[in-house]
């Protein structure tokens, strides 16, 4: 198996550590202290490149600047001094402190969408460390209820355009949406949730198993085919035909629309008309155009 080893460069205009930790979660990065910031596994049935460009486009919109060094799983990272420090995963990021933070935050945001986060403030309080699959199931609960979003943050319209491309009429779950984008479920759930409200995702369950599906545009009004009214001389379907144009001129289309002349009826007046020199003919085919005299 080998490796990705990910260097990261944060600038102080972009994005937290934690932040970019939250990112690099995405594609199952492992956090490091020594010489690399994260792990990625790379296993023997995945593309480097497919792997790489998944990375790219978790750090994508953060500012951070990164390197990649590809080893095999029993190689050493780095070469001379160096490599006497050895890499070593990072310890919990998360104390208890910062995770109630990281939720609060989240809460914050579920109630600017519209949400009754009663139940979850108190839930944070009394049993935070069941506070993340029971948010889970809250958002899954609530999915019919958040507002549309709008174009307040550029990456979630994007995070939003990747999910709809992914969904079919046949429907996909949260858990296979996840692993295609490499968003975390949490993310999926939010920007199905904006997709349902927006109209264009709908929620079915099937044997226990939620699934989520395109809503496909509607189709568009079939045209009403138009009524026929034929004249009752010759010289009536003439009349309607010379009034019916325009003084600029008129194409024969425009002409039997105003007129409702059937096109048998349309043509012998056209024709008569022409011959007595009322109208006259400028340019051929359907762009031919009559105008009065």
Known sequence: MNKIYVKIELSSE????????????RVNALPLVGDFDFEVKLNSDERLFDRLEAIHRALKGSRARYTVTTLAAASRP???????????PLPDLKPPEMKKDLYKAKIDRWREM???????????????????????????????NISVVRDKHPPETQL??????????????????????????????????RLISAGSATRTEEDGIENYCLVPPPAPPPMKKLRKLPAESDEEAEDRIYNAIAPSGSSREQIIRAT???DNQATKAL???SKKGRIRVIGKGKKAKFIPN
């Open 14 to 25: 972009g994005e937290s550590p934690k932040r970019i930790v939250e990112r690099m979660k």
């Open 78 to 88: 780095l070469e001379g001094d160096s490599a006497a420090r050895p890499i070593a």
């Open 114 to 144: 519209g949400l009754d986060v009663a139940e979850l403030e108190a839930l944070l309080e009394s049993d935070p460390d069941n506070f993340r699959e029971a948010s889970k199931e809250f958002l899954r609960a609530h999915l019919n």
């Open 160 to 193: 939003d355009g990747e999910v709809l491309a992914l969904l079919a009429e046949t429907g996909k779950t949260i858990e296979e949406i996840a692993v295609a984008t490499s968003y975390s479920e949490e993310q999926v759930t939010l920007s199905l949730g």
């Open 260 to 262: 409702r002349l059937p």
């Open 271 to 273: 024709a008569s008309l």
